[in-house]
């Protein structure tokens, strides 16, 4: 059977996007579009304690900019809508209470006393966090361990109660992941999930496995931290009678900690100066405000192209691809099954590499913003773009535009003359003076010209060149960087060159 390939991300709406969920995003993306299926993010909202205002939009907001659209999302629409679970909340209830009839589910009217008291009164050092399971449901208030006139009463009395699955006990299951192979759990040590909660919504659970059915999902990659929830989701595909329809798992490892110890959290990030996050999240609550990739000066390319790499290569050194390599190339059956170490260096040299191989036209307005952001206005375009071309090479984060090009569009507000004056002699200064006069007489204004003129009268102050360089390249610059000093001459002009020079030599000379 050649069914279409539908796979989808299932975010809850809690919070930034973690670097670990947009890699999930990314595979999930790359299968669909090898195998020309079909990408879905369903919104799995079910728990309102944990809603967190904003937090939809910024998940779009970072799938767009990361270039990875859904084909079908609430956003997006798509003939499986809606797609946010709150607004499906009618459809759950009837597969619970289908469960119940099976006798895979039951009824559990146990008030948050009883259950924190069960907590208590069954822990002990075998048992040190006692969970509603095969051995304690028989003791608590539920339709297992009452009767059916008492149900009956509670139920009819309003009580609220909740829908519990009923694991089996002493059985083994098991289900094959697409990364790690054969999985396999016993029902003992998995508790009874709540399945639908008092007020009718459904927890992640039952939702999951009733949407994955509904929007005919063939293939489901998430996190390695969904893998103990695995069992419980495999016995519903089986108990509402869908288990020819489930769909593959693959369980992908987690990203950890530079250390290799533990996952990677947003406070090592904060900890460790690096972003966790796709773009910047603030916390509507706190205020809190967390940075994100994006506004750390990563381009989408590189960022797409590094989570690629974590956790996956293609069977060759080769660590650069562009998204619709990524699409020819990816294979889930070359993804590790260990976690992936972040390294922040590493991240920073695909940035680097990116940076390198994108075109001025391409980096132009995220340069410009960068510039516009440090008070630096830019009006002429062609010569941002060569800017750009001249030290794109340079630049490893797109905020390293400002301090490699600011030069070119404003005086440096400061010189770093404490490097010159070591060497500085009267024969310098004349040479400088000269220079400024020549330059500001000549009548063309090239790369070319302006170095052979610099050349002749080196020459003819019988000084080398290369003594001339440093100095001048910091009157242009204000330091000792930026490209070729020619190159920065013929951009910022006469008459800025002129006045740096002069600039600086009256530095030099009068302290
Ligand atoms: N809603 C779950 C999450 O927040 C989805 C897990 C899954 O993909 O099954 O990650």
Request: net charge negative; charged share 25%.
């Amino acid at each position: 059977m050649n069914k279409k390939v539908r796979v989808r991300f299932a975010p809850s709406p809690t919070g930034g996007l973690h670097l670990g969920g947009v890699r999930t995003v990314l595979f999930n993306y790359l299968f669909a579009k090898q195998h020309g299926g079909d990408f879905i993010v369903r919104i799995e909202d079910t728990d309102q304690t944990r809603f967190v205002e904003g937090a939809e939009d910024y998940i779009f907001n970072t799938l767009k900019w990361c270039g990875l659209e859904p084909d079908e999302s609430p956003l997006h629409g798509g003939p499986y809508a809606p797609y946010r679970q709150s607004e499906r909340k009618a459809n759950y209830a009837q597969y619970a209470e289908q469960l119940v009839a099976n006798g895979h589910a039951y009824y559990a009217f146990d008030t948050t006393q009883e259950l924190e008291q069960m907590r208590v009164d069954f822990k002990s050092e075998e048992n040190p966090s006692p969970q509603y399971n095969h051995t304690i449901r028989t003791k608590m208030r539920n339709s297992l361990s009452l009767s059916a006139e008492e149900v009956a009463a509670l139920k009819a009395a309003g009580t609220p109660f909740v829908i519990r699955i009923k694991m089996p006990t002493g059985e083994t299951i098991s289900f094959t992941d697409m990364i790690r192979g054969e999985v396999v759990f016993h029902t003992n040590q998995v508790d009874d999930k709540v399945l639908l909660k008092a007020d009718g919504m459904p927890t992640y659970h039952l939702a999951v496995v009733v949407d994955d059915y509904a929007m005919k999902i063939t293939h489901a990659f998430r996190g390695e931290e969904w893998l103990p929830s695995a069992p419980v989701h495999l016995l519903l595909w089986k108990y509402l009678g869908w288990e020819n329809e489930m769909p593959e798992w693959a369980h992908l490892p987690l990203i950890l900690k530079p250390d290799g110890n533990g996952k990677l959290s947003k406070r090592d990030g904060d900890r460790l100066g690096f972003p966790v996050f796709a773009m910047d999240w603030t916390d509507h609550k706190t205020g809190e405000k967390t940075v994100g990739f994006k506004e750390r000066g990563f381009l989408p390319e590189a960022f797409v192209n590094l989570l690629a790499l974590l956790g996956w290569n293609d069977g060759t050194d080769n660590e650069l691809f562009t998204l619709d390599e990524l699409i020819a190339a990816f294979s889930i059956d070359r993804v590790h099954k260990g976690g992936a170490k972040f390294d922040f260096e590493k991240a920073k040299w695909y940035n680097h590499e990116w940076i390198k191989r994108s075109t001025a036209t391409s980096l132009h307005d995220s340069v410009k913003a960068m510039l516009n952001e440090h008070a630096i206005e830019v009006q002429d375009t062609a010569i941002l773009d060569k800017v750009i071309d001249l030290v794109k090479e340079r630049c490893t984060l797109l905020s390293d535009f400002v301090a490699q090009s600011s030069f070119f569009f404003v005086t440096p507000t400061s010189f770093d003359t404490d490097s010159i004056k070591p060497k500085w002699n009267e024969a310098k200064n004349m040479f400088f003076i000269e220079l400024s006069n020549a330059f500001e007489s000549s009548i063309v204004w090239q790369t070319t010209d302006l170095e052979t003129s610099f050349k002749e009268l080196a020459a003819a102050h019988q000084l080398k060149p290369g003594e001339l360089m440093l100095p001048l390249r910091i009157m242009l610059v204000g330091g000792k960087f930026g490209p070729g000093v020619f190159d920065i001459a013929e951009i910022i002009g006469k008459h800025a060159t002129v006045e740096r020079i002069r600039m600086v030599l009256s530095i030099v000379e009068h302290p």
